[in-house]
T-cell receptor, first 114, second 112 residues
């Protein structure tokens, strides 16, 4: 059981380049989330999705776009990368968001924008 | 502004000592979770607390949910180097929203 898989694990981008981070889950979970983690900042929510075809903004959505065309995949796009987007990105999924629902995380994507 | 405030942000103690870390908010929680994250990995759930005043134990870790459901604490007894990591509290269902929000974490180092 793979759980939550993030692709790629590492990436270096030049300022202005674009890229897409892929998150895939094989647990048939309804909810999926994208976070960024910077030193001393914990996890900050970028965007999330409560089901196939739906997305919503989190705490820090600017500069990012997302799509959930298939239930098992949640894509995070950077249209024009900036050095401020250098971070570790984590994807998570949950079966639903009731009380006590466990979130399962991928292993992260370390992105450096130079 | 941070919806969840964790303290302290950093804590370094010797093996065998006890410690407590805290998670506080101005909002009432419907439930609160504690996660631990090790270097190079995603967070992993330790516990969920849902009832005001609830206490849960996980070996040497004791989790408490405040009576008013606005704060929580994690107490570790006789800390070991294996307890080293980033401890994160998280809550969801805020005002009916579906997002899962984390505090900034407490980075704990246990020195042998």
């Amino acid at each position: 059981n793979a759980g939550v898989t993030q692709t790629p694990k590492f990436r270096v981008l030049k300022t202005g380049q674009s890229m897409t981070l892929l998150c895939a889950q094989d647990m048939n979970h309804e909810y999926m989330y994208w976070y960024r983690q910077d030193p001393g900042m914990g996890l900050r929510l970028i965007h999330y999705s409560v089901g196939e075809g739906t997305t919503a903004k989190g705490e820090v959505p600017d500069g990012y776009n997302v799509s959930r065309l298939k239930k098992q995949n949640f894509l995070l796009g950077l249209e024009s990368a900036a050095p401020s987007q250098t971070s570790v990105y984590f994807c998570a999924s949950t079966p639903l968001r009731g009380r006590g629902t466990e979130a399962f995380f991928g292993q992260g994507t370390r992105l450096t924008v130079v | 502004t941070q919806l969840l405030e964790q303290s302290p942000q950093f804590l370094s103690i010797q093996e065998g000592e006890n410690l407590t870390v805290y998670c506080n908010s101005s909002s009432v929680f419907s439930s609160l979770q504690w996660y631990r994250q090790e270097p190079g990995e995603g967070p992993v759930l330790l516990v969920t607390v849902v009832t005001g005043g609830e206490v849960k134990k996980l070996k040497r870790l004791t989790f408490q949910f405040g009576d008013a459901r606005k704060d929580s604490s994690l107490h570790i007894t006789a800390a070991q180097p294996g307890d080293t990591g980033l401890y994160l509290c998280a809550l969801g269902g805020i005002q009916g929203a579906q997002k899962l929000v984390f505090g900034q974490g407490t980075r704990l180092t246990i020195n042998p």
